[in-house]
């Protein structure tokens, strides 16, 4: 854990190594300064030299200027230093989030990454902060004014040690205490920022449903959850204060009653007491900023471990080495498939024994159930998710051949959950092409059926979309994810059930533009309305993860009863209902 954080200092390593050097030389100045003025009391001040006192007060002004110097260079390095720090981290993490397979996607809940890029990484980065400069600091203060103690007089020296023991194990106890408090409080944080984004997500339907109410008892439940562990972490560190009061008290009395009986013995001078009382307090001081330091380490291990499991975290899916990089054409091959996203030990598999052939230029209709396994499917074709068993074959070659990016970009996936991003409507459709023309541009939307309505709209395409498209109907959405599939300008072309919030007329639209303008890309289109798939060239019928039937649609009406009572139930107006339910969702 400690290696892989500390590769993300990078280049902040001048600040990091100057701060401790600067926080070291100022712990020297400040101890020097009451030994200075026990000097300067005991053999100036006592003895009416003025001289002496001068000389003394000079090389004390100088230590303080000197200190005063280093601890504000050491604190500007070490704020540069973590801030750094902090963003190398969030890089880090978000960079290998990009990179993730759907299958590492699937082992983090959402809220759960959020609060690794942001309330981990600002923990983090005041631990690091306190590391390079109070936690040197602080037992360099320490040790050095325990030096002092022992030089100056030996006897409290002990007694000091025997109270910093005492205190240490106290301390310790309560430290061991906290840290599994914290990691729970820390789970539970995650619980609670993926309840807000799918509150905020979803407030439409929170609101068509009249479940504010509910909402909020939820969250106010999830929130006094956290309280209740936040109050019994904070309430066991802030036992620390007492401890360390108790400490200083102790030392005090220690120092008064000690140093008073050498004084009047004669061993000791009252210059020499004087600055033991300010080494008993730079002691305690350092004690209390080490009592610090140990909460925030602690609380912040909890989240520098989940911040370097996603760092470390490597993608299931991988290009292989030396991976193909031209697809030959939009044919795909299912040979023996079986697939499943995790490992069953009782044998169930999502897809079981899928085979099937699809030559390039075809444009192929899937239908089933919902939970039959459609979207499994086709994820296999772009690799997103690898087979368990068998193969997928992409232009005659296993997809596990080819370069990951080679095999996406050959690939446009219209998922059933189309997201559209904060930016104009160009902006969106580059992500398609980020070199596409706006004569380009104008040509996908108008084969998505979507440059009508673009171009009623004040600003045309340039008109801003609100994050996730929320400023736009679902079946303008769907056509402008479809339109920025196109610009890549597949080999294959795969709709999840990407046209269920337009109309019928309207998808016919679109396919028959699909099938006239971009005849010699592979079309797969997964539909629950028959309507949609039944020009096809061919249609491949799934029941819970099992190909079924396969064939023309006046082939499947004859040989499939599962594909036949679709079809009769649509044309007595399911269709038209199902069209209407998928645009309410």
Partial sequence: MISTLCKQIKQYKRETILTPILVAIEVVLDILIPFLMSKMVNEGVNTGDMAVVWNYGLLMLLCAVGALITGGL??????????????????????????????????????????????????????????????????????????????????????????IVLLAIAVSILIKRAGPVFNKMFKMYDNLNEEIQENITGIRPVKSFVREDYEIQRFNKRSQNIYSVNRTAELMMILNQPFVQLAMYACVLIVSFVGAHQIVNGTMMDGTLMSLFTYIMNLLMSLMMFSMILVMVTMSTASAKRIVEVINQVSYLESPRDGIKEVKDGSVEFDHVYFNYAEQVDGHYVLRDINFNIPSGQTVG????????????????????????????????????YDLKTLRDSVSMVLQKN????????????????????????????????????????????????????????????RLTIARALLKKPKILILDDSTSAVDTKTDALIREA???????????????????????????????????DSGTHEELLKSSEIYRTTWQAQQKGGADDAGTDETAK
Wanted: one cysteine or more; proline letters at 2%; glycine letters at 8%.
């Fill in 419 to 478: 997201v559209l991003f904060s930016g104009t409507i160009k902006e969106n459709m580059r992500w398609g092409d980020e070199n596409a023309t706006d004569e380009e541009i104008v040509e996908a939307c108008k084969l998505a059926q979507a440059d009508d309505f673009i171009s009623r709209m004040p600003h045309g395409y340039d008109t801003y979309i609100e994050q996730g498209g929320t400023n736009v109907s679902g079946g303008q959405r769907q």
């Fill in 514 to 548: 699909f099938r006239t303008k971009i005849p010699n890309t592979t079309k797969i289109i997964i539909s629950q309305r028959v309507s949609s798939i039944q020009d096809a060239d061919r249609i491949l019928v799934l029941d819970r993860g099992h190909l079924v």
């Fill in 366 to 401: 899937i239908l089933g159930a919902t939970g039959s396994s459609k979207s499994s499917l086709v994820s296999l074709i772009p690799r997103l998710y690898d087979v368990t068993k068998g193969s997928v074959k992409v232009g005659g070659r296993d997809v596990r051949e």
């Fill in 74 to 163: 050491s604190g500007k390095y070490a704020a540069v230093a973590s801030a750094g720090f902090a963003k190398n981290l969030r890089d880090a993490e978000f960079r290998n989030i990009q990179n993730f397979s759907f299958s590492n996607i699937d082992e983090y809940s959402t809220g759960g990454l959020i609060t690794r890029l942001t309330t981990d990484v600002s923990n983090v980065q005041m631990a690091f902060q306190m590391i390079i400069r109070i936690a040197v600091r602080a037992p360099l203060n320490f040790f050095m004014a325990l030096f002092m103690v022992f030089y100056l007089s030996a006897e409290i020296g002990w007694y000091m040690l025997l109270v």
